[in-house]
């Protein structure tokens, strides 16, 4: 599975964007996915997760209310990203983990990776 992000740009305080990761290889309709992001000067973060089946989400906290994982088809799966703040700003990067089963929140637990895409938020 090859993952590619895109979506990211320029924003500001309060506003939004949505990011999109998109598949080629395979469908995702077998794998959970995630989303992670990494400031400048620190370590990669959960953000949020979705199940295979759509059933089940969930969010890091700083997130929670604010953004919003989900998947439209069996090749694509989004983040809404509303009421952005600077301390979003971050390379975002998608992940899959093939299983029908639960949702994950490690990045070791995800065994495919995009590129990354850039989000800055100015205030």
């Known amino acids: 599975v090859q993952l590619q992000a895109s979506g990211g740009g320029l924003a500001q305080a309060g506003g939004s964007l949505r990011l999109s990761c998109a598949a080629s290889?395979?469908?995702?309709?077998?794998?959970?996915m995630g989303w992670f992001r990494q400031a400048p000067g620190k370590e990669r973060e959960f953000v949020a997760a979705i199940s295979a089946s759509s059933s089940s989400t969930n969010y890091a906290d700083s997130v929670k209310g604010r953004f919003t994982i989900s998947r439209d088809n069996a090749k694509t799966f989004y983040l809404q990203m509303n009421s952005l703040k600077p301390e979003d700003t971050a390379v975002y990067y998608c992940a899959a983990r093939p299983t029908y089963i639960g949702i994950y929140y490690k990045e070791y637990e995800y065994g495919y990776w995009g590129q990354g895409t850039l989000v800055t938020v100015s205030s």
């Open positions: 290889g395979r469908t995702f309709s077998n794998y959970a």
